[in-house]
């Protein structure tokens, strides 16, 4: 049986999931005009951006099911909180 998320606990892990989407977004952004300097910028090392170039950046289907799980986590907030 899991236990249940509390409502205190999710805000950290929405941003971070928001804010793991939106540096995938600006990577893809990035590998498609060939930008090392903003991956760099973002956080990446030469070895991942190596990775990422190979496989085409990040797929879509990472971040919607990032955005999958911020709306799971927003639903079990709102029954937690009430």
Same mark, same amino acid.
């Given at each position: 049986? +899991?236990?249940?998320?509390?409502? +205190?606990?999710?805000?950290?892990? $929405?941003?971070?999931?928001?804010?793991?989407?939106?540096?995938?977004?600006?990577? =893809?952004?990035?590998?498609?005009? =060939?930008?090392?300097?903003?991956?760099?910028?973002?956080?990446? %090392?030469?070895?991942? $951006?190596?990775?990422?170039?190979?496989?085409?950046?990040?797929?879509? %289907?990472?971040?919607?099911? =990032?955005?999958?799980?911020?709306?799971?986590?927003?639903?079990?907030?709102?029954?937690?909180?009430?």
């Amino acid at each position: 049986m +899991s236990k249940p998320i509390r409502a +205190s606990a999710m805000p950290p892990d $929405i941003d971070r999931l928001k804010q793991a989407n939106a540096i995938m977004r600006l990577a =893809n952004e990035a590998l498609a005009r =060939n930008d090392v300097v903003a991956l760099i910028a973002l956080g990446f %090392s030469h070895q991942h $951006i190596g990775e990422l170039k190979k496989k085409g950046g990040f797929r879509s %289907s990472a971040m919607e099911q =990032n955005t999958r799980m911020i709306t799971r986590l927003r639903k079990e907030g709102g029954a937690y909180a009430q």
